[in-house]
């Protein structure tokens, strides 16, 4: 199976400043199935981005996926104190579908 | 609107087990796969496996296989996930999702408001 490491374990940053959160595979993608999700205490978590790059519907432009092959990155330009959560990546290249362990974002 | 709404809390003791309903509307039910993913109090998320809605064809995770079934119930737009002989380290909120496309594997961009199942002696 693919494994996610993901990292930094915890990221404290403040509002307005510049996230880059950052994923990385056991084993090389060949097509990009590489999702992000965003998760705040007590709810569900929420699509960001898939294709490695393709912001899902309704996500905002500071939300920003890239990488290829097995280093993949998440970017938030400027953070807003709605975007302090738990962020996963996700593997959907093959079976068995993987998480990453998740990215603290903290202020 | 897309909705996904799960069945309430359960209790279980260990060795028991628990059926989890989430009934979806909003868009046609045959359309989507239905990914569970569950999330383990203070721990990350875990593939559980999908279910396609409309062959019924699933795939699971080998971490539950032989113990899950995944079924649906197309005349009510219900999706049901089983886990038998329940130990305590299948405490966790199980989630349902819809994929964002029509393939099994497409990352879901629909959740349902999660059920904790608690499995304690």
């Known amino acids: 199976e693919i494994l996610l490491t993901q990292s930094p374990g915890t990221l404290s940053l403040s509002p307005g400043e510049r996230a880059t959160l950052s994923c990385r595979a056991s084993?090389?993608?060949?097509?990009?199935?590489l999702a992000w999700y965003q998760q705040k205490p007590g709810q569900a978590p929420r699509l960001l981005i898939h294709?490695?790059?393709g912001r899902a519907t309704g996500i905002p432009d500071r939300f920003s996926g890239s990488g290829s092959g097995t280093d993949f990155t998440l970017t938030i330009s400027r953070l807003e104190p709605e975007d302090f959560a738990v962020y996963y990546c996700q593997q959907y290249d093959r079976s068995p579908i993987t998480f990453g362990q998740g990215t603290r974002l903290e202020i | 609107q897309v909705q996904l709404v799960q069945s309430g809390a359960e209790v279980r003791k260990p060795g028991a087990s628990v059926k989890v309903s989430c009934k979806a509307s909003g868009y046609t039910f045959t359309t989507y796969a239905i990914t569970w993913v569950r999330q383990a109090p203070g721990q990350g998320l875990e593939w559980m496996g999908w279910?396609?809605?409309?062959?019924?064809?699933?795939n699971h995770a080998q971490k539950v296989q032989g113990r899950v079934t995944m079924t649906t119930d197309t005349s009510t737009s219900t999706v049901f996930m089983e886990l038998r002989n329940l130990r305590s380290d299948d405490t966790a909120v199980y989630y349902c999702?819809?994929?964002?496309?029509?393939?099994?594997?497409?990352?879901?961009?629909?959740w349902g408001q999660g059920t904790l199942v608690t499995v304690s002696s």
């Open positions: 999702a819809r994929g964002s496309s029509g393939w099994e594997y497409s990352p879901p961009d629909y």
């Open positions: 084993q090389s993608f060949s097509r990009n199935y």
């Open positions: 279910i396609n809605s409309y062959n019924g064809n699933t």
């Open positions: 294709g490695a790059s």
